[in-house]
């Protein structure tokens, strides 16, 4: 049919057309809901403010609509570079035909977006300002030669303030009402089932909400408590092999271990050991600034870190992991399947020490009718969260709250902190 012979009928399927593509885009308010928690996320691990984060997503994005977010999951504008060995996709951009990353997931945009401002160097200044100084930091990008327009720190500020984005850079700065309530929808991280929470939620309501079995969800996730921190991944299936295709290594950041980095791309952590060359047995960790390989395997193990961290062994019986077969030499494949044996190695408890492995700064304090020590104090200090503070000291962040009569996570810099 020659549809030029109906006007009314092409202006219609045009209108139609117009209207679904429409209906597609979501707005800036939309894309902050949807991604704020991967960006407070990322401003844990990695330091980067999630203002500036929400805000370079959401410039260089269009919120989540243009062609390159769309096709490609790449909402951070990152071109192929040198270094890059993932999947590509090519556009006009300051030059024609330009190669631009191309992702799996938007979530593996936000943190290969963390990693390149880590690894270059041009912006290691970057990290020596005040992490609320979002403005400086959007300057600072500029400088650096994050991208040509003139305006672009101006930009990033104007989207900051106007959409109040910098209280995400702040302890308690995302809504925790009603999180069981509004569940998070579950996306795919490492083609692996995954949900971020904003709050600090138990298995067992998480359990419930989703309807997984309760035993099923720690096994895949290694958590060490019943509560599940803040802005941390929750996988729904077990985890892979390797880490997300594209990704080959990672620069390892202060307080990470092998454990965290496990979670954090959703890697089994004796395949993190195992392409490492490194002896999960004996607990060993990697120094800061080493790197780790996700994708294939080192010829030799990374520097170690002199302050290992030493736990004693509480064996679990219940928790059985798998270790490559050392009989068939083969790794593993693309789908995450090795060939295995099944071992069950010690399980361990969390120490008592500030993540590198040092004793609390504060000395212990004692109740009048003991002679041990029970507790030591933490004063809180600028861009302390609960989170950080339960992952320096190895308690839960429900233990802290308990121990302190606190009904929310805001804190206050100078505040007194008993930590059992």
Sequence with gaps: MQLYKYPTLLFILLLGFSQISSAQDISIQEYIDEYKALAVAEMKRAGIPASITMAQGILESRNGNSYLAKVGNNHFGIKCHTDWTGKKIHLDDDAPNECFRKYKSVYESFIDHSNFLTRKGRYSSLFELDPLDYKNWAKGLKAAGYATDPQYANKLVTLIERYQLSKFDLPGGIDCDNIVLDLPAITYYNRIKTVIFTCDITIAQVARAYKIDEKKLKKYNDFDSDVIPANNKVYFQPKRNKGPFGLKTHIVQKGET???????????????????RMDEDKQQQ??????????????????????????????????????????????????????DFEITPPVVNPPNTDGDGNLPIFPPTTDDDEDTPTSITHIVKQGDTLYSISRKYGVSVAAIKAANGMTSNDLNVGQRLKIK
């Design 286 to 339: 990697p120094a800061v600034g080493q790197e780790i390989n996700l994708r294939g395997k080192r010829k030799s193990p990374p520097v170690l870190s002199t302050t290992p961290i030493v736990r004693p062994p509480v064996v679990n019986p219940d928790k059985p992991i798998f270790v490559p077969n050392p009989s068939t030499g083969d790794d593993d494949d693309d789908e995450g399947n090795i060939d």
């Design 258 to 276: 092998m454990s965290s980095i496990s979670q954090l791309y959703g890697m089994k952590l004796n395949c993190v050991y195992h392409r490492n």
